[in-house]
Nanobody, 128 residues
Framework: QVQLVESGGGLVQTGGSLRLSCAVS????????MGWFRQAPGKEREFVAS????????YYVGSVKGRFTISRDNAKNTVYLQMNSLKPEDTASYYCAAERFATPERMGIMPNNAMDYWGKGTLVTVSS
Protein backbone atom coordinates (compact mmCIF):
# COMPACT_ATOMS: atom_id res chain seq x y z
CA GLN A 1 0.00 0.00 0.00
CA VAL A 2 1.10 3.54 -0.80
CA GLN A 3 -0.41 6.65 0.73
CA LEU A 4 -0.27 10.04 -0.95
CA VAL A 5 -1.07 13.36 0.73
CA GLU A 6 -1.00 16.59 -1.26
CA SER A 7 -0.50 20.08 0.13
CA GLY A 8 0.46 23.57 -1.00
CA GLY A 9 -2.59 24.65 -2.95
CA GLY A 10 -4.13 28.09 -2.59
CA LEU A 11 -5.13 31.30 -4.27
CA VAL A 12 -2.57 33.13 -6.42
CA GLN A 13 -2.68 35.92 -8.97
CA THR A 14 -1.92 35.46 -12.65
CA GLY A 15 1.83 35.26 -13.13
CA GLY A 16 2.42 34.05 -9.60
CA SER A 17 3.97 30.83 -8.31
CA LEU A 18 3.03 27.94 -6.05
CA ARG A 19 4.79 24.77 -4.99
CA LEU A 20 2.73 21.68 -4.42
CA SER A 21 3.96 18.80 -2.29
CA CYS A 22 2.99 15.15 -2.27
CA ALA A 23 4.07 13.25 0.83
CA VAL A 24 4.51 9.56 0.06
CA SER A 25 4.41 6.71 2.53
CA UNK A 26 4.05 2.95 2.38
CA UNK A 27 6.03 0.09 1.02
CA UNK A 28 8.33 -0.18 -1.98
CA UNK A 29 7.31 3.11 -3.55
CA UNK A 30 10.87 3.56 -4.75
CA UNK A 31 10.00 1.51 -7.82
CA UNK A 32 7.11 3.76 -8.80
CA UNK A 33 6.68 6.62 -11.18
CA MET A 34 4.91 9.57 -9.58
CA GLY A 35 2.66 11.99 -11.35
CA TRP A 36 0.66 15.15 -10.97
CA PHE A 37 -2.76 15.41 -12.55
CA ARG A 38 -5.37 18.15 -12.44
CA GLN A 39 -9.10 18.44 -12.81
CA ALA A 40 -10.87 21.71 -13.50
CA PRO A 41 -14.59 22.11 -12.72
CA GLY A 42 -16.67 20.35 -15.35
CA LYS A 43 -13.65 18.82 -17.06
CA GLU A 44 -11.95 15.47 -17.06
CA ARG A 45 -8.84 14.84 -15.02
CA GLU A 46 -5.72 15.41 -17.11
CA PHE A 47 -2.05 14.52 -16.84
CA VAL A 48 0.37 17.33 -15.93
CA ALA A 49 3.80 15.87 -15.15
CA SER A 50 5.53 12.70 -13.97
CA UNK A 51 8.87 11.59 -12.55
CA UNK A 52 10.68 8.33 -11.89
CA UNK A 53 11.70 7.76 -8.26
CA UNK A 54 14.78 5.86 -9.36
CA UNK A 55 16.16 7.77 -12.34
CA UNK A 56 14.58 11.19 -11.83
CA UNK A 57 13.57 11.33 -15.48
CA UNK A 58 10.57 13.57 -16.10
CA TYR A 59 7.76 14.08 -18.58
CA TYR A 60 5.37 17.01 -19.04
CA VAL A 61 2.21 17.86 -20.88
CA GLY A 62 2.90 20.52 -23.47
CA SER A 63 0.82 23.25 -21.86
CA VAL A 64 3.03 23.38 -18.75
CA LYS A 65 6.47 22.86 -20.26
CA GLY A 66 8.80 25.65 -19.26
CA ARG A 67 6.47 26.79 -16.47
CA PHE A 68 6.12 23.74 -14.19
CA THR A 69 8.88 21.58 -12.74
CA ILE A 70 8.37 18.20 -11.08
CA SER A 71 11.01 16.94 -8.66
CA ARG A 72 11.43 14.48 -5.83
CA ASP A 73 13.31 14.42 -2.55
CA ASN A 74 14.14 10.83 -1.74
CA ALA A 75 15.20 11.66 1.82
CA LYS A 76 11.87 13.33 2.55
CA ASN A 77 9.76 10.89 0.49
CA THR A 78 8.15 13.87 -1.17
CA VAL A 79 7.33 14.80 -4.75
CA TYR A 80 7.01 18.47 -5.67
CA LEU A 81 5.40 20.45 -8.44
CA GLN A 82 6.83 23.95 -8.77
CA MET A 83 4.38 26.05 -10.76
CA ASN A 84 5.52 29.40 -12.17
CA SER A 85 3.88 31.93 -14.48
CA LEU A 86 0.49 30.65 -13.45
CA LYS A 87 -2.52 31.35 -15.65
CA PRO A 88 -6.25 31.32 -14.88
CA GLU A 89 -6.56 28.15 -16.98
CA ASP A 90 -4.28 26.39 -14.47
CA THR A 91 -7.08 26.63 -11.92
CA ALA A 92 -7.96 23.09 -10.85
CA SER A 93 -7.71 20.52 -8.12
CA TYR A 94 -4.28 18.93 -8.39
CA TYR A 95 -3.83 15.26 -7.59
CA CYS A 96 -0.75 13.16 -6.93
CA ALA A 97 -0.68 9.63 -8.36
CA ALA A 98 1.62 6.62 -8.22
CA GLU A 99 2.04 3.93 -10.83
CA ARG A 100 4.38 1.01 -10.23
CA PHE A 101 5.35 -0.29 -13.64
CA ALA A 102 5.12 2.73 -15.89
CA THR A 103 7.83 5.04 -17.12
CA PRO A 104 7.11 8.75 -16.72
CA GLU A 105 6.30 8.92 -20.44
CA ARG A 106 3.86 6.04 -20.26
CA MET A 107 2.23 7.52 -17.19
CA GLY A 108 1.40 10.52 -19.36
CA ILE A 109 -0.69 8.47 -21.77
CA MET A 110 -2.23 5.84 -19.52
CA PRO A 111 -5.92 6.08 -18.65
CA ASN A 112 -6.54 7.64 -15.26
CA ASN A 113 -8.20 4.52 -13.90
CA ALA A 114 -4.96 2.61 -14.48
CA MET A 115 -3.08 4.47 -11.74
CA ASP A 116 -2.31 2.37 -8.70
CA TYR A 117 -2.81 5.10 -6.09
CA TRP A 118 -4.27 8.58 -5.84
CA GLY A 119 -4.15 11.33 -3.27
CA LYS A 120 -7.20 13.38 -2.34
CA GLY A 121 -6.06 16.54 -4.08
CA THR A 122 -5.27 20.16 -3.33
CA LEU A 123 -7.05 23.14 -4.89
CA VAL A 124 -5.19 25.75 -6.92
CA THR A 125 -7.03 28.92 -7.91
CA VAL A 126 -5.41 31.48 -10.20
CA SER A 127 -7.17 34.83 -10.29
CA SER A 128 -7.06 37.09 -13.33
Amino acid sequence: QVQLVESGGGLVQTGGSLRLSCAVSGSAFGSYSMGWFRQAPGKEREFVASISWTSGSTYYVGSVKGRFTISRDNAKNTVYLQMNSLKPEDTASYYCAAERFATPERMGIMPNNAMDYWGKGTLVTVSS
